[in-house]
């Protein structure tokens, strides 16, 4: 079945780094795009950053704009967000997401704080 298991969440300082990977499994993931999505407390999942299936399109919410870069190792089955200049509206659990099969499948989520 599809599986998709986020690490690298932790706590940092504003204006800090931290890289958020995705390993899946369980599909053709060279076949599909996939995307970073996070959620903070008491308001709604919003989409982060996309990546197309050879990596050659992304696209980005406004606000990390600049700050974040997605990006995807197909040999490895891994999509990565490199955060850059965090800032602590950041503060965020992070989920992995991908549509194969005509259905949505999401990972565990990864907390990312951004806090002095």
């Known amino acids: 079945q599809v599986q998709l298991v986020e ?13 958020l ?3 899946a499994s369980g599909f053709t ?14 308001k709604e999942r919003e989409l982060v950053a996309r990546i197309s299936m050879t990596g050659g399109r992304t696209n980005y919410a406004d ?3 600049g700050r974040f870069t997605i990006s995807r190792d197909n040999a490895k089955n891994t999509v990565y967000l ?8 950041d503060t965020a659990v992070y989920y ?7 259905s949505d ?6 907390q990312v704080t951004v806090s002095s």
Request: proline share 7%; glycine share 16%; with cysteine.
């Open 63 to 65: 606000s990390v704009k």
């Open 7 to 19: 690490r690298g969440g932790g706590l940092v300082q504003p204006g800090g780094s931290l890289r």
């Open 105 to 110: 499948y999401w990972g565990q989520g990864t």
């Open 29 to 42: 993931f060279s076949f599909y795009d996939l995307s970073w999505y996070r959620q903070a407390p008491g």
């Open 96 to 102: 992995c997401n991908v549509k194969p099969f005509g």
């Open 82 to 89: 490199q955060m850059n200049s965090l800032k602590p509206e």
């Open 21 to 23: 990977s995705c390993a």
